[in-house]
Nanobody
Framework: QVQLVESGGGLVQVGGSLRLSCVAS????????MGWFRQAPGEERDFVAA????????YYSDSVKGRFTISRDNAKNTVYLQMNSLRPEDTAVYYC??????????????????WGQGTQVTVSS
């Protein structure tokens, strides 16, 4: 069992930056990858980024277009999402997720086993 707690969301102006954090606790030894998803009002939850826990290989959705950077600190069981050049369309609830015993990084929600409660990111014009 893994528990995830996101933090770092808030209100930011267009072009600004935020850094989200997600701390995992519990049975984290089997973590294969961690990812970030987001869900805007009335929209489906979409993949944002993921990172392989052991290799630190990273994967990004086309929508973030190199503006976001995912990283992790294995010792702290924490994953980060550095978000730069924020746009209004980035406004969403951001969720972190854990994939256990994976063999490949996935953009699908179903591939992830544990989810945090989400943190709100609002980009104002």
């Amino acid at each position: 069992q893994v528990q995830l707690v996101e933090s770092g969301g808030g209100l930011v102006q267009v072009g600004g930056s935020l850094r989200l954090s997600c701390v995992a606790s519990g049975r984290t030894f089997s973590t294969y990858a961690m990812g970030w998803f987001r869900q805007a009002p009335g929209e489906e939850r979409d993949f944002v980024a993921a990172i392989r826990w052991s290799s630190s290989n990273t994967y990004y959705s086309d929508s973030v277009k190199g503006r976001f950077t995912i990283s992790r600190d294995n010792a702290k069981n924490t994953v980060y999402l550095q978000m730069n050049s924020l746009r209004p369309e980035d406004t969403a609830v951001y969720y972190c997720a854990v994939m256990r015993f994976g063999r490949a990084t996935s953009i699908l929600e179903s591939a992830y086993d544990y989810w945090g409660q989400g943190t709100q990111v609002t980009v104002s014009s």
